[in-house]
Each structure stands twice: as C-alpha cells, then as structure tokens.
Nanobody, 124 residues
C-alpha cells in the first residue's frame, strides 16, 4: 500500500502561482510513477502531469504545458506540482496518484493509489 497526502492548495488570483506537494508513505516511493489529476465540479477527472520513477521523463496535459512543472524527490518521498500563470479554468480539486511501473502514464486507470485531494481556486 502507498498512502498519499496532498497539501498546498488554496485561493489565488488569476496570473498567480501556487505549489502543490504530495507526501507518500508505505512502499518504496522510487518504484512508482506519480501524477497529478484534477476534477472540477460537474466534470470528469482529468490528467494534469506525470513523472516516471527517476524523474527523467514527464508528461503534461496541453492545457497546462508551459505553465505547470512536476518534479519529485525520492529521498523525501514527495512529488511537487508548481503552477504558474494560473487561470480560473484551473480551479479544481487536485489529486496525487501513484502507479507501479516504469512509465509516466497519462490515463487514470494506470494508477492504483490516490490521495484525498486538495482544492485550488483561481479567482478572475
């Protein structure tokens, strides 16, 4: 089992920045691909960013490419999502997820473990 706890959400004005952190405990953190997904009210959960076990490979949704950066620190068992130039449409609950394997998956069904989520609200 892997337990994931997100933090860092909050309220920010459009154009601002915010950093989300996800702390993991349980099995060997470095064995897992990690990702951030988000879900806005009335919408399906969508992929935001992912990173492979070593941090060498990342993937981003087109909607956040160039504005968001995912990174991980295997020594500290954390994954971070830096969000810049935030837009009102980035408002959502953001979830951290972990998947066994060597990839950096963009589909939710690859991920076995999920955090409880942290709310990000971007005001216009």
């Amino acid at each position: 089992q892997v337990q994931l706890v997100e933090s860092g959400g909050g309220l920010v004005q459009a154009g601002g920045s915010l950093g989300l952190s996800c702390a993991a405990s349980g099995r060997t953190f470095s064995n897992y691909a990690l990702a951030w997904f988000r879900q806005a009210p009335g919408r399906e959960r969508e992929f935001v960013a992912s990173i492979n076990w070593s941090g060498d490979n990342t993937a981003y949704a087109d909607s956040v490419k160039g504005r968001f950066t995912i990174s991980r620190d295997n020594a500290k068992n954390t994954v971070v999502l830096h969000m810049n130039s935030l837009k009102p449409e980035d408002t959502a609950t953001y979830y951290c997820a972990a998947a066994g394997g060597s990839g950096y998956y963009t589909k939710a069904y690859f991920y076995d473990y999920w955090g409880q989520g942290t709310q990000v609200t971007v005001s216009s």
